[in-house]
């Protein structure tokens, strides 16, 4: 039998598609949406949210709660005792959602002024260490049917999410159920995201006050 339109769709995504806009029609496609960290759609549970709890990891020597803490300290990753300590104060925050909520918009004004330079790079390296560092995570991606895609739903997000008109078409890039999308393909290939190295080492990317090399 030929593959579905969604696992067709699943199987062509690429790393430069992440930015792209969309206009995915759930009239002719299924969709697995999302919106809260831990989230249910057609009786599927789903944990795929950057502030869903649970799911720990370790990377660069230390360990994550969250993979929304070290998505945001990429905001503040400049060299030197300050970011650090911005970035201390990232970590220490009581859940995913108290510290975009909050640490953040203490610290939106010294946010790299580059950051959405690398923004989307630095988002699917961090999900895929996550996807690395726990089993728990990967045997939730690689769970998931082939036949849909995964949408992220948040209204005025058009870059990470995606939100439907009154017909039921979801518009906006979509980003981070295209990095789903591409870590769960990723998993079950064996293989590991074309992520761009390149650009993340150009950047000059410094976490808890040490500089992560690219690899």
Known sequence: MPPSPEALYNATITEEDITHAENIDSRKLRLLTYSKPHDKCD???????NQANGFPFVCLGQTWKYVEFLYLCGEWSWA???????????????????????????????IRTDFKTFRH???????????????DYRDHLLSLPDDRIIVEVVKNDPVWAAWPDENGIYHGANGMGKILTICRRCLMAGTAPAIDTDLLNRSNIYILGNKVQFY
């Open 121 to 135: 790079q630095w988002m699917l390296w961090c999900v895929w260490q996550k996807c690395l560092g726990n089993n």
């Open 80 to 110: 030197g005792d300050d970011a650090k300590t911005i970035q201390e104060d990232i970590i220490s925050a009581k859940s995913g959602y108290a510290a975009r909520r909050f640490k953040k918009q203490k610290y939106a004004r010294k």
């Open 43 to 49: 009786g599927i549970e789903l944990h795929l949210g």
